[in-house]
């Protein structure tokens, strides 16, 4: 083969290559012929020799050729950004002389071939963003002329290598997003030239070894989102003064932070979010005048207290200062003026879920024209939307929700041409819903749910066809009907107009909506028929019309909706018969209750057989004649008997009643209580419950112990109805762990009122509520239950609530558990109490519901009821089955159902789920967490003493900041996976049985107990 054939046949493979990329020696007298034909390869000029291929960014695809490793002259290669597959070649490991190697950004795939380790001269190495799998090869760590190393977003496993401690000269490092795991090497620490430190997005475990901290050359320190523990050293600002960029978030460390990091003058990136610190922010962090980047979100930072927002006056003197969170902290006090002071190029300012109060203050306009995020959300602040805000142009985001905002929404926000992201939920807003907000063309998700709005819906809303998130205007009272413009948002994806007062048809140009997959609109007053548009929704998922006066059929198409997963159509005027295909074919997806004259559909939904035509207008007549002549009798017996029957029932009712109810209960005068309680003076007042007011009182009987006087309300709806269901549900069940009524009391009072009260045994230690959250603790915050107490007061539910619903003759349902209505005894046993909403369920039924107790009223309080009641649903065991599931769920995780975080879709039940169960200490009660610490380093304290006072020798093991121990970090982990099994939505009966509930609590209580 001739010289010039060669050199051809060399620049077709390299010009035209598509699916490999083929490598081979060149002989040395043609290396120079090639190379000015080949772009890319580089020659050496003194040996005729290839010694470098640079194809970076060509669009190559295809395999690399072994043939690759008979170049043995080849000094760098540079790969990078192509499309490479298959796996890196062995041979790679001959090239003895290669001092660069780039695949960064392929597809390559396989293992790290360890004889790299045999390319000795190798300095920068980078197989970064591949689809590499298995361990580092240890052998790369023998690789000491190395100084870049980079591995990251690969799909590697294992740990790092001890061996990477030998690489003396390596000066950057990145292992991001590698799917690492184990604890960082204490071997790091040797490596003395280190810069960059990038170990983010991991698994990485325990405490980061000091000896790194002490690499004075860092400069980028990057090991966030892993599952590190420990404190940050309180000289780092001392030991790591080069520091410009620091990323520690999303770990499970804590500790305050180090004022001396205020020493790392050159600071460009502060990222501690995410973790466990706590104290205040450093008042001179100002100091660091080159900060660009800081966020302190999500940490348990600040007191609640005015002071706590100090350290904003010192950021005025950071001049480059484009990003500032401290969201989610307990910051408290008003934002201070001093606000208005930071930099001009501040970009993104969150500071929602504090405490912070007050109005927003004036200064804060000095930033309209750097923001473009602005997040107030989870606060206290009140007063009016300050119409200043029109100023801000380049603004994006606007969170505003969950506070005390009053006032009309600002009209000035039409200005805000940039917005895509409109929060204003959760507030007392008043007044329209300003028609100028049409003009925010860019808008993609509004949020307008729970104020007070009033008024049409402005139909410039439905013309910015930019919305294709979400619109919500839930919960207010809105007026008219929906616009026929609701048709131009064909991209949205949620819609939510339930819970107001709109009226009249629903539009057939809903079905112009295409993108819609969640359409809410019960709780109404919509009519007419269910329009047949709705079927063009092809990906709609969730639809409920329920509550509204909508009559007509049930349009057979939406049972052609594939993807409709919920369809609640109850308590509606529907009629006809009900399509058996689709959402239709499951009793557990689709609700049709409070439609009497609904028809036909699958079995399991009980409704009558549809009747043919004929037959049903023959029907139809013969009860009209039928209702006539009955109704004719009715009014007569009436109209005969009503006076006698108001005189008895108004002499009898309340001594009769009581007296078959209550015969047990010692009754008492409407005087003693008076006197038990100074007149219901308020000094004696303990607590204000759903139907009226608890005292604390000693009567003369009961002189050895206080009695706790629960006084009802007789003007609140249901009150009387609540006195009777407990008198009647208390009458004849004993238990332990039941609260035990001791009298009651049916009188007038001395202004001739109606007087109703039970007297319960005085629970000295309160409601489990007020030892779970501080906030309703007040005087009492410092109590707090440890983690046998909390097991202990699960069982003691679970065990009131077996006997409840299968120890008694006549099954009990309590519908409305939560931990204000458990109390703790002197002994802190648990007795669950206010039976105020609580129904006897005939025996035949106690496996699935009540049978006539629905209502569209919920029975019970948000966030405990079962989620079936808020369909109709009747009421069941399962229902409070459900609520103690979220019971045990807020007593190990310390957040309420109604957490400010849960929203969008997120519940205490999907919070806990994802984290179960290798991330179980993310979730864990903090307050919890610390006193298994303290009691940690107290038995710590013991034993070093013991062994002082016996001569030995004390020898540290093992990790101080592991909190709990393995075997009380499962055991943790059952008890959330019970709350789980216990508040399952979707079926009710796949909820776990209440005796299984006890069984497992008792066996893990001996498992806790048994690992001390």
């Not at 580092?136 to 980079?150: N, Y």
Request: with cysteine; aromatic share 6%; glycine share 10%.
């Amino acid at each position: 083969m001739g010289l010039q054939e060669i050199n051809l046949r060399a620049v077709r493979a390299l010009a035209s290559i598509s699916n490999a990329l083929i490598l081979f020696s060149i002989h040395p007298m043609q290396c120079h012929q090639t190379s000015a034909a080949w772009r890319g390869v580089t020659c050496s000029r003194q040996h005729p020799r290839v010694v470098g291929f640079n194809l970076s960014g060509q669009g190559i695809s295809g395999t690399i050729s072994p043939s690759i490793g008979n170049l043995s002259f080849l000094r760098f290669i540079d790969l990078k950004g192509n499309g490479f597959v298959g796996e890196i070649p062995q041979e790679i490991g001959s090239l003895s002389r290669l001092r660069y190697l780039n695949f960064y950004n392929n597809t390559l795939q396989g293992k790290i071939p360890g004889n790299m380790s045999h390319c000795s001269e190798l300095r920068f190495l980078d197989m970064a963003r591949n689809n590499l799998v298995d361990k580092i090869p240890t052998e790369l760590g023998f690789l000491k002329q190395l100084v870049f190393l980079a591995l990251n977003r690969n799909n590697l496993t294992g740990t790092i290598p001890n061996s990477f401690g030998n690489l003396s000269a390596l000066e950057e490092l990145y292992l991001a997003e590698s799917n690492l795991e184990g604890s960082i090497p204490s071997e790091m620490g040797q490596l003395t030239r280190l810069t960059i430190f990038a170990i983010a997005i991991n698994k990485f475990q325990g405490v980061i070894p000091a000896t790194i901290f002490n690499i004075s050359t860092i400069t980028s320190f990057s090991v966030a989102d892993n599952l590190l523990t420990g404190s940050l050293p309180a000289d780092i600002g001392f030991t790591l003064p080069n520091l410009q960029s620091f990323g520690i978030g999303g770990n499970k460390m804590g500790g305050e932070i180090p004022v001396s990091l205020m020493n790392a003058t050159q600071l460009e990136l502060l990222d501690i979010a995410g973790s466990n610190y706590v104290g205040q922010v450093p008042a001179n962090i100002g100091g660091l005048q080159n900060l660009q980047w800081i966020n302190i979100g999500s940490n348990h930072l600040g007191s609640n207290k005015t002071h706590d927002l100090s350290f904003i006056a010192s950021l005025a003197n950071c001049s480059k200062l484009r990003l500032l969170y401290f969201n989610n902290n307990y910051f408290g006090g008003e934002l201070p003026s001093s606000i208005g002071n930071l930099s001009n190029q501040l970009q993104r300012l969150g500071l929602g879920q504090n405490q912070i109060s007050g109005k927003i203050p004036a200064g804060l306009q000095t930033l309209a024209n750097s923001l473009n995020m602005l997040g107030m959300e989870g606060n206290l602040f009140s007063g009016t939307i300050p119409d200043y805000l029109g100023k801000f142009q380049k603004l994006q985001v606007l969170g505003l929700y969950g506070n005390r905002f009053s006032g009309n929404i600002p009209a000035s926000l039409e200005n805000l041409t940039e917005l895509y992201k409109l929060q204003l939920s959760r507030n007392q807003l008043q007044g329209n819903i300003p028609s100028n907000l049409g003009n925010c063309k860019r808008l993609t998700e509004v949020y307008m749910q729970q104020n007070e709005l009033i008024g049409f819906i402005p139909q410039q809303i439905f013309s910015i066809s930019s919305l294709s998130n979400t619109l919500n205007l839930s919960r207010n009272s809105l007026t008219g009907s929906l616009p026929l413009e609701v048709g131009r948002l064909i991209s949205v994806y949620a819609l939510d107009v339930s819970e107001n007062k709109l009226a009249g048809e629903i539009p057939q140009t809903i079905g112009g909506c295409l993108g819609l997959e969640y359409l809410m609109m019960q709780g109404n007053y919509f009519q007419g028929m269910i329009p047949s548009a709705l079927a063009s929704l092809k990906g709609i998922r969730h639809l409920d019309l329920s509550r509204n006066n909508l009559s007509g059929q049930i349009p057979k198409d939406l049972e052609n909706l594939r993807n409709l997963q919920y369809l609640n159509l109850s308590f509606n005027e529907l009629e006809g018969e009900v399509p058996t295909k689709g959402v239709f074919a499951q009793a557990g997806t689709v609700s049709l209750l409070g439609n009497r004259n609904l028809c036909g559909g699958i079995p399991e939904l009980q409704l009558p057989t549809c009747l043919p035509k004929g037959m049903k207008k023959r029907r139809s007549l013969e009860m009209k004649i039928v209702t006539v002549i009955l109704g004719t009798v009715f009014l007569v017996i009436t109209l005969a008997s009503f006076a006698v029957l108001c005189w008895c029932r108004k002499r009898r009712n309340d001594r009769s009643s009581l007296t078959s109810e209550v015969d047990r209960a010692l009754r008492v005068s409407y005087h003693e209580l008076y006197q038990a309680t100074s007149g219901f003076s308020s000094k004696f007042l303990i607590g204000s419950g759903s139907f009226g007011s608890v005292y604390k009182g000693r009567l003369d009987q009961h002189e050895d112990r206080p009695v706790a006087i629960k006084v009802l309300n007789l003007r609140r709806a249901g009150a009387s109805k609540s006195f009777m269901a407990e008198c009647n549900t208390l009458r004849n069940i004993r238990h332990r762990n039941l609260a035990k009524i001791l009298s009651c009391c049916s009188s007038i009072d001395f202004k001739g009122n109606e007087f109703k009260a039970l007297v319960y045994e005085f629970m000295e230690n309160g409601s489990l509520d007020t030892w779970l959250h501080r906030e309703v603790a007040e005087v009492q915050s410092s109590r707090t239950l440890n983690l046998v107490q909390r097991l202990n007061a699960a069982i003691d539910a679970a065990s009131a609530l077996c006997y409840l619903h299968d120890g008694c003759e006549t099954p009990v349902i309590h519908r409305d558990l939560k931990p204000s209505n458990i109390l703790l005894n002197h002994d802190m046993s648990a007795q669950i109490s206010d039976f105020g909403l609580a129904r006897l369920l005939p025996k035949i039924t106690s496996n699935y519901s009540q049978q006539g107790d629905s209502s569209i009223v919920v029975k019970g309080s948000i966030g405990y009821a079962a989620p079936e009641y808020g369909m109709g649903g009747e009421a069941s065991i399962y229902g409070d089955i459900y609520s103690y599931g979220i019971l045990v769920l807020e007593m190990f995780t310390g957040r309420r159902p109604t957490d400010d975080i849960f929203r969008d879709g997120l519940t205490l039940h999907n919070y806990v789920k994802m984290d179960l169960p290798g991330n179980v200490m993310n979730i864990i009660d903090p307050v919890l967490i610390a006193m298994e610490r303290e009691a940690q380093t107290e038995a710590a304290a013991t034993e070093e003493e013991e062994e002082e006072e016996d001569g030995d020798d004390i020898q540290e093991e093992g990790d101080s900041n592991h909190v709990l121990s393995p075997s009380c970090e499962a055991c943790v982990v059952s008890i959330l996976e019970i709350g789980l099994a216990c508040s399952v939505d979707a079926v009710p009966k796949a909820r776990m049985k209440m005796k299984d509930v006890l069984r497992e609590l008792h066996r893990i209580r001996g498992a806790v107990l048994r690992g001390g």
